[in-house]
């Protein structure tokens, strides 16, 4: 059983940047697709990155588009940890941001949130000056 555990988020002025934490336990991130999603107030979650096992043969990552060229996914295996590095936050960034995870062996990872089967309890990120 993968237990998630976010941490990072906070308050930041517009241009700013958070990086955000998720720490696995209870397995290694070795063998599962990992992703962090968001959710504001009223809006369905939606998938801000996520990345491939890496028992699928190399990365395979992924990111929105409206976040793509600001926000960065990475994986430190020695830690079980899996990073969300935000730059140039903006007020639209607003939201709780979830890790998610899924047993997977393949270059790929799911860009919808229901093939994942482990969530952390979600950190939020407020953007406002």
């Known amino acids: 059983q993968l237990q998630l555990v976010e941490s990072g988020g906070g308050l930041v002025q517009p241009g700013g940047s958070l990086r955000l934490s998720c720490v696995a336990s209870?397995?290694?991130?070795?063998?599962?697709?990992i992703a962090w999603f968001r959710q504001a107030p009223g809006k369905e979650r939606e998938s801000v990155s996520c990345?491939?096992?890496?028992?699928?043969?190399?990365?395979?990552?992924n990111y929105s588009d409206s976040v793509k060229g600001r926000f960065t996914i990475s994986r430190d295996t020695a830690k079980n940890t899996l990073y969300l590095q935000m730059n140039g936050l903006k007020p639209e960034d607003t939201a709780v941001y979830y890790c998610?995870?899924?047993?997977?062996?393949?270059?790929?990872?799911?860009?919808?949130?229901?093939?994942?089967?482990?969530w952390g309890q979600g950190t939020q990120v407020t953007v406002s000056s």
């Open positions: 209870g397995s290694t991130f070795d063998y599962y697709a």
């Open positions: 990345i491939s096992s890496s028992g699928g043969g190399g990365d395979y990552i």
């Open positions: 998610a995870a899924v047993w997977s062996v393949q270059r790929m990872c799911p860009r919808s949130p229901g093939p994942y089967k482990y």
